[in-house]
């Protein structure tokens, strides 16, 4: 098969994957072999991709949104051949320690993860746990449907410890495919959305869909915040999210990278304003979200690209060239 190898870490504008014949993994008991239709791609993958996440194995083929057609499934699986399904970031846990039976696998000790520490799907064929597969609702075209496997359910993780309601405003910083997503959650439960990004195009999206108020990444919302999320990976951010909460709001960390914090004045998070980070994600959150995207019928604006332009889709992501989601296509 072919897929995008990474050996060694680099940036992105060095062109450090590789496209190149791998053989089709081999299906174990309980494992399940896709053939891959979409990946999604995602600012994780970039971290993998330039070693902003420390390198867990000496090679991998990133991506964690993937969506396909089960081609074999191992011994005693549940699913049969030609179930449609996508792969999360979440590929498996230890289902042994603390975290793990309080019903919080998201924090895992002994986690794995899809295009990090497992081979993912920027390739033709994807390896799963059956247990950490998602049955895909109807309505959703593969291409549509990959951006809901990370950028949806970790957008969603985000709202539910945000403890936002109707009739709450909430700030989104940085509008890509997880703010994208996210403010349509959002404004399904009742809640107002204040968008602040840089880019003029993230910020006719965030319009279009429904924003109250859009501007720059550093601009004031026009009313104070119940609570805020960033997804963007941008540390500085931290101070102007604080400075438009009202007293006792909630900010949300949404990235699994972030460029350092800078230092800001006590008064910020004095008034019991808290700052919470989301780490990755439960089964129980992918399922209740996928739920609510059905139900709400979620639209994905997204950009495709074929696997062997992978560079190119990681260069505009990298350089806010996406409006929405970026999705490989794989023939």
């Not at 000496?58 to 030609?82: C, D, F, N, T, W």
């Not at 006719?204 to 108020?213: F, S, T, V």
């Not at 139900?295 to 992501?317: C, G, M, P, S, Y």
Request: net charge neutral; hydrophobic share 40%; aromatic share 8%.
């Amino acid at each position: 098969m072919q897929a995008c190898v990474l050996e060694s870490p680099q940036p992105i504008e060095n062109n450090p994957l590789h496209l190149v014949d791998v053989g089709v993994p081999h299906v174990r008991k309980h494992q399940v072999l896709v053939k891959v239709n979409a990946c999604g791609i995602c600012r994780t993958d970039l971290h993998v991709v330039e070693g902003e996440l420390v390198p867990s194995c000496s090679r991998i083929i990133p991506g964690h949104q993937v969506m396909g057609l089960i081609e074999k499934a191992g011994e005693g699986s549940r699913y049969r051949v030609g179930t449609r399904v996508g792969i999360p970031w979440l590929h498996s846990t230890c289902g042994k320690c603390f975290y793990c039976k309080s019903r919080q696998e998201n924090l895992c000790d002994a986690p794995t993860f899809t295009g990090y520490s497992v081979n993912g799907g920027y390739a033709e064929y994807a390896l799963a746990e059956e247990d950490f597969v998602y049955p895909i609702p109807d309505g959703f075209p593969d291409l549509q449907a990959a951006p809901l496997l990370c950028a949806g359910i970790i957008g969603f993780r985000c709202l539910r410890m945000s403890q936002i309601g109707a009739g709450s405003n909430v700030g989104i910083y940085g509008f890509g495919a997880a703010g994208h997503v996210c403010i349509q959650v959002a404004r399904h439960w009742g809640a107002k959305v204040f968008v602040s990004t840089r880019e003029e195009k993230h910020r006719q999206l965030a319009a279009e869909l429904g924003a109250e108020w859009s501007g720059g990444a550093f601009d004031k919302p026009p009313q104070e915040l119940d609570a805020a999320i960033i997804f963007a990976p941008a540390g500085e951010l931290v101070p102007a999210a604080l400075a438009a909460l009202r007293k006792g709001g909630i900010l949300v960390l949404g990235g699994i990278h972030m460029s350092p914090i800078p230092s800001f004045p006590y008064s910020l998070i004095y008034q019991e304003r808290s700052i919470r980070s989301v780490a990755n994600n439960t089964r129980d959150d992918g399922i209740a979200f996928l739920r609510i995207a059905a139900e709400i019928q979620i639209k994905t604006e997204v950009q495709v690209f074929k696997l062997e332009d992978a560079h190119r889709a990681l260069n505009a992501l990298k350089h806010d060239g996406i409006r929405g989601a970026g999705v490989l296509q794989i023939d």
